[in-house]
């Protein structure tokens, strides 16, 4: 994998998980009425600025990812996609104060290790 192709692959994985980081900061400050109708409480989520803020970040990592999809193979690929799991845990645990647990941190070392043996083998 080049660093170009690598760059790409990683950019659009950073703008996804950025993305659900906005999507739950977004849907955590909604305020929903408890007789409001699903459709009124669904409204509510998605035009909440940090929603579309989500939506805008997953749209301009599309775009990324397509241009990433013509330089490698979908195999090779797609299993990078795993480095949002890390990504927003990382986020999840710096910026909405979620647990750091050491079972979690193993389990996204062996993701990290995962990767970089694709990498290299491929």
């Known amino acids: 994998m080049t660093w170009g192709a690598f760059a790409l692959v990683f950019v659009s994985v950073s703008l996804s998980a950025i993305a659900q980081t906005a999507f739950k900061m977004g849907v955590a400050r ?3 009425a408890p007789d ?3 459709w009124m409480k669904a409204l509510s989520m998605v035009f909440s600025p940090m929603v579309l803020l989500g939506l805008t970040l997953y749209g301009f990592g599309t775009v990324l990812w397509l ?3 013509r330089q ?3 195999s090779l690929a797609y299993p990078f996609v ?3 799991f890390v990504m927003v845990a990382g986020s999840g645990m710096l910026f909405l104060g979620e647990p750091v647990q050491p ?3 193993v389990g996204l070392g062996l993701i990290v290790l995962g990767l970089l043996v694709m990498a290299r083998g491929g």
């Open 30 to 32: 909604v305020q929903l």
């Open 36 to 38: 409001a109708t699903l």
């Open 67 to 69: 241009f990433a999809l």
């Open 72 to 74: 490698l193979d979908l």
């Open 82 to 84: 795993a480095m949002s």
């Open 103 to 105: 079972t979690r941190l």
